[in-house]
């Protein structure tokens, strides 16, 4: 196990893009949140960001962030691709590393990241934020107190438009386009987060240009017989709400479910509704998790374990594979 870090958390952001933007503007609801310093390929660009952020230093290389003696923890926060070769950068530097979704291109870079926390003793976790809301607590406390019977079927959308364009991350299969790896990894976690691992997957997607998948339908089926339907896109904007069905009622997460701030309970005939208003951006409560985490000395989040990042990697590498959509790095 990590040595417990007791008192504030130092944060280091690496690769400060847009999300970091949206992180770092989270960890300022989190007293115990330190925004110690940040790394980018410029220096300039990181002490721009360090100072719009309210950052103490600011790096012009991810190997001078990593070094960073003043540093508990990095956020990798740049393009898919590229977060295999940071988390090994931060991890071998002895660093926790929390890494943005999804945790990797394939399940063998996940992997590699997995045994490279283990070798060094650092804690490991998937910035999977939707995971660490209030209301998706609640939606697990529920569950839990059987609220709806078994749960048996899940229904889950992400999809929005984007511009298309080869050279930008999300259409370009070096960088790990694609809609699947962009946004469907929100819904496979929900799926894995209500019903474990998948012995059945099916996937059907619309492919653009530059090989990579602009929608996808899944189908997931479980050793319990529950089933998931997931649909995700990048070319077009869907409902973004999930909706679990089991045997005594069913839960909504109302639009958008990955950020979600309320949830309808229906049973009996009768719907009882449930509200998590909260500030910022959202996320606080993931960067809470890996504090807490940090505090008790924990190598991983029980909330999202390793493993179970691991096993939603190798799902999507069975989505891909159905429906053909392959990367250089694979
Ligand atoms: N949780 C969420 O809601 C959410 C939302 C959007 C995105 N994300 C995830 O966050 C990650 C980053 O997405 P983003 O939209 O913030 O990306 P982005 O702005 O395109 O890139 C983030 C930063 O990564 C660095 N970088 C390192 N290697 C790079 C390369 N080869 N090409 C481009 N930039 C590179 C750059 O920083 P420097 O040049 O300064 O080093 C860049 O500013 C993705 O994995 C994405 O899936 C999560």
Redesign the pocket.
């Known amino acids: 196990m990590p040595e417990k870090i007791s008192g504030n958390i130092r944060w280091g952001i690496l690769?400060?893009?847009?999300?970091?933007k949206?992180f770092a503007t989270g960890l300022r609801e989190l007293p115990q949140a330190q925004r110690a310093a940040v790394?980018?390929?410029?220096q300039e660009?990181?002490a721009q960001f360090a100072g719009e952020y309210g950052f103490e230093r600011a790096h012009g290389s991810?190997e001078a962030l990593v070094n960073d003696p003043d540093v508990d923890i990095i956020y990798v926060?740049?393009?898919?691709?590229?977060?295999h070769k940071a988390c090994l950068l931060a991890l071998n530097a002895g660093k926790a590393v929390l890494c943005?979704?999804?945790f990797t291109i394939n399940a063998r870079q996940a992997e590699e990241v997995a045994e490279a926390a283990a070798r060094n003793n650092c804690f490991l976790m998937e910035?999977m934020?939707s995971r660490f809301f209030p209301a998706m607590q609640k939606v697990r406390d529920l569950l839990a107190e059987g609220a709806i019977g078994k749960p048996m079927l899940l229904e889950a959308d992400f999809g929005f438009r984007a511009g298309f364009n080869p050279n930008s991350?999300l259409f370009d299969p070096a960088?790990g386009g694609g809609a699947l790896m962009?946004v469907g990894v929100y819904c496979v976690s929900l799926a894995s987060m209500f019903f474990g691992t998948p012995d059945r997957a099916e996937c059907v997607a619309t492919l653009c240009d530059t090989g990579v998948d602009e929608q996808a339908v899944m189908l997931l089926g479980y050793p319990n017989g529950s089933l998931a339907h997931l649909s995700t896109a990048i070319r077009l904007s869907t409902v973004h709400a999930a909706t679990l069905f089991g045997e005594e009622g069913s839960l909504v997460l109302p639009s958008p479910w990955w950020k979600p701030t309320r949830l309808e309970l229906h049973r009996n005939g009768k719907t009882e509704e449930f509200t998590y208003p909260f500030e910022s951006t959202g996320?606080q409560f993931e960067a809470a998790e890996a504090c807490r985490c940090l505090n008790e000395g924990l190598a991983e989040s029980p909330v999202l374990p390793i493993h179970e990042t691991l096993q939603i990697m190798r799902t999507l590498d069975t989505l891909r594979s159905r429906c053909g959509v392959r990367y250089p790095a694979d």
């Open positions: 690769g400060p893009g847009s999300i970091a949206a790394g980018s390929r410029s660009k990181a991810y926060a740049t393009p898919h691709s590229e977060h943005e979704k999804p910035g934020w991350r960088m962009d996320f």
